[in-house]
């Protein structure tokens, strides 16, 4: 098809802006509680870790009666989430993409139950920021969201720590998480609002499943099942995602999991240690945006599709879309660095099974290392393995299998 030049002459002018695996929790809250605000003890990471209690012990020939004193038990470890990422990953991991300390948290959702960790607690912290983490137990929980968690933009920063026990599920209907600095609806963060650095959010040790944001959107900016990022910061480290989706149609929108657009002074979107299955949206089903960068480490994006028809620019008598099954990437002063990551088992109906990554002015780049991105069928077009690109030079590749 003649999709190679036109989609890139055209490109130039767009610049506007499942059931989680092995996460099936104790309880699923979702009854009206505010969160209480006190110290937390630190989190943990997002691996497994179960204790179990000591075998009875079998009477022999001549031992003492089965009304014997059983040997104690030895006390059950609290569980955890299955830990995502990319196990063989060995990315180094810069400063800014780390794990916040959460162990002098500034509020916390939950007094000790599943049932006092609710949507309302959540939307609640997430509106007052800071660093936030989790008392809901001992076991993993699903906190059922019935409204989104909004950031507002007078905070500089919220973190969100699940201590590897927590999923906020948006059950089909909802977007999870918020944040735009140019919605003053939110508040005003002052001065030019794509540029504010703040609020910054990052969420670690915890999951997303089940968002939505079909039919939502911000000045044609729509997209981000799980979390809308426009403007400020994002990181998300030892984070697991799972299910989510936006709009099935549409040549420049995306993000089943996760979008971005206009990251406060052209900083980096930190991605680390985590995980995207079973992500559906027109363009990006895992990871979308507009004019931003993307740094990609020891993570795995797999089995996400990009399900809409048409491309960007949309063909004639289609509603456009399909690009990028796991990253779809547009825009001009735009980078993207994959290491340690595997990309693999994504599909786009258009192009780029794997990556979409247009820069307007051909100042971008795509750099993977380590990495492998196997297996991402592209069913129309693409010029290299499982991508279409468009940027500064070729795609910088090393130690990585690609195919």
């Avoid at 630190?42 to 089965?66: T, Y």
């Avoid at 089943?256 to 985590?274: E, L």
């Avoid at 740094?295 to 509603?319: D, Q, W, Y």
């Amino acid at each position: 098809m003649r999709i190679r030049p036109v989609l890139a002459a055209t490109l130039l002018s767009v610049l506007a802006v499942g059931t989680l695996s092995g996460c099936h929790s104790a309880a699923s809250s979702d009854a009206s509680d505010a969160p209480s605000f006190v110290d937390a003890a630190p989190s943990s990471d997002l691996s497994s870790s179960s204790g179990s209690s000591a075998q009875p012990s079998v009477s022999a020939p001549g031992s003492a009666p089965a009304s014997a004193k059983p040997a104690p038990s030895r006390s059950v470890a609290p569980k955890t989430l299955p830990k995502p990422g990319n196990p063989n990953g060995h990315a180094s991991v810069p400063a800014a993409a780390r794990a916040v300390d959460t162990s002098k948290p500034t509020r916390k959702v939950g007094t000790g139950t599943a049932a006092s960790c609710t949507s309302a607690a959540v939307v609640k912290a997430v509106a007052a920021g800071g660093i936030i983490t989790f008392d809901c137990g001992p076991v993993p929980v699903t906190i059922t969201m019935t409204a989104t968690a909004k950031v507002r933009n007078t905070v500089s920063q919220v973190v969100l720590d699940g201590g590897g026990r927590v999923t906020l599920d948006g059950a089909g209907k909802r977007r999870i998480l918020y944040q735009n600095v140019c919605d003053s609806r939110q508040g005003n963060a002052g001065g030019s609002c794509i540029d504010s650095d703040t609020p910054r959010l990052t969420v670690q040790n915890m999951a997303f499943k089940n968002g939505n944001s079909t039919g939502e959107s911000f000045e044609g900016n729509a997209g981000g099942g799980a979390i809308f990022a426009y403007g400020g910061g994002l990181k998300v480290i030892n984070s697991r995602f799972t299910g989510n989706k936006c709009d099935r149609t549409g040549p420049d929108l995306g993000g089943g999991a996760i979008r971005i657009s206009y990251q406060g002074g052209d900083n980096t979107a930190y991605v680390a240690g985590s995980t995207f299955t079973g992500g559906t949206c027109s363009n990006g089903a895992a990871l979308s945006s507009l004019h931003a960068r993307w740094m990609v480490l020891n993570s795995v994006l797999s089995g996400n599709t990009a399900v809409g028809n048409g491309a960007n620019p949309a063909r004639a008598g289609t509603p456009g879309g399909g690009s990028g099954g796991g990253i779809y990437m547009d825009g001009e002063e735009i980078k993207l660095t994959v290491d340690g990551t595997v990309i693999e088992k994504n599909h786009a109906k258009e192009g780029g099974g794997a990556i979409f990554f247009v820069s307007n002015n051909k100042t971008g780049t795509v750099t993977i290392r380590n990495s492998k991105v196997r297996n991402n069928p592209s069913d129309t077009f693409e010029n290299f393995p499982g991508m279409f690109y468009i940027g500064k030079g070729n795609p910088v590749i090393t130690n990585s299998t690609m195919g």
